[in-house]
């Protein structure tokens, strides 16, 4: 079966734009994360949606938002693009919250210029 | 929330017994440890979980001590294929009735051929 789908793999973006980033999950799956993965900070989790509802934020400001669809397919947005921004974003998805392991899609790499 | 240390680097023979530790000494009673690994420029590929016995699948073993303050990761028969970063995390249930991962920093495993 098809693995977490994440598109754009690559994105250039100006300072002061905003993102949007899309993530289809696997087929079934209705909990989809989004991770930031810097080479300072490492892994940090940003949010979890699970039925369409917003169910853990991690502690990143109010620019970072997502939201999820009844198909479960997710989307994450950046707003006010800042340089510290530039990053490989990463979807992962499970059938349920909490469930035996998620499933990571390849991630978009985003670059702030 | 519970914290992972772990090696920033090890080496192991391919066809050895490649063992990754990792310490986390404020894991809750309820915490999960999982186990993921990341090869370049690819998302995070799940591997085992356990909480409180030891665990083995087709990828690897999982040996968590008693006082569940550290565990180890075996990975059997290393090959040159299980070159990557594994990380250690704990799953932390919050006062929101939610999970997220706390990622550490991980081990950078390199299988000498």
């Known amino acids: 079966k098809a693995g977490v789908t994440q598109t754009p793999r690559y994105l250039i973006k100006t300072r002061g734009q905003q993102v949007t980033l899309s993530c289809s999950p696997i087929?079934?799956?209705?909990?989809v994360s989004w991770y930031q993965q810097t080479p300072g900070q490492g892994l940090q989790f940003l949010f979890e949606?699970?039925?369409?509802?917003?169910?853990n934020k991690g502690n990143f400001p109010g620019r970072f938002s997502g939201r999820q669809f009844s198909n479960s397919r997710s989307e994450m947005n950046v707003s006010t693009l800042e340089l510290g921004d530039s990053a490989l974003y990463l979807c992962a998805s499970s059938l349920v919250q909490g469930n035996d392991g998620y499933t990571f899609g390849s991630g978009t790499r985003l670059t702030v210029v | 929330d519970a914290k992972t240390t772990q090696p920033t680097s090890m080496d192991c023979a391919e066809g050895r017994a490649a063992n990754l530790p990792c310490n986390h000494s404020?894991?809750?009673?309820?915490?999960?440890v999982y186990w993921y690994r990341q090869i370049h420029s690819q998302g995070p590929q799940y591997i085992i979980h356990?909480?409180?016995n030891n665990e083995t699948n087709e990828m690897a073993s999982l040996i968590i001590t008693e006082d569940r303050k550290s565990s180890t990761l075996i990975l059997p028969h290393a090959t040159l294929r299980d070159t990557a970063v594994y990380y250690c995390?704990?799953?932390?249930?919050?006062?929101?009735?939610?999970?997220?991962?706390?990622f550490g920093t991980g081990t950078r495993l390199k299988v000498l051929a």
């Open positions: 087929s079934g799956h209705r909990s």
């Open positions: 356990g909480l409180k």
């Open positions: 995390i704990v799953r932390v249930f919050d006062s929101s009735g939610t999970y997220k991962y706390i």
């Open positions: 949606y699970f039925s369409e509802t917003q169910r």
């Open positions: 404020t894991i809750s009673g309820n915490e999960y």
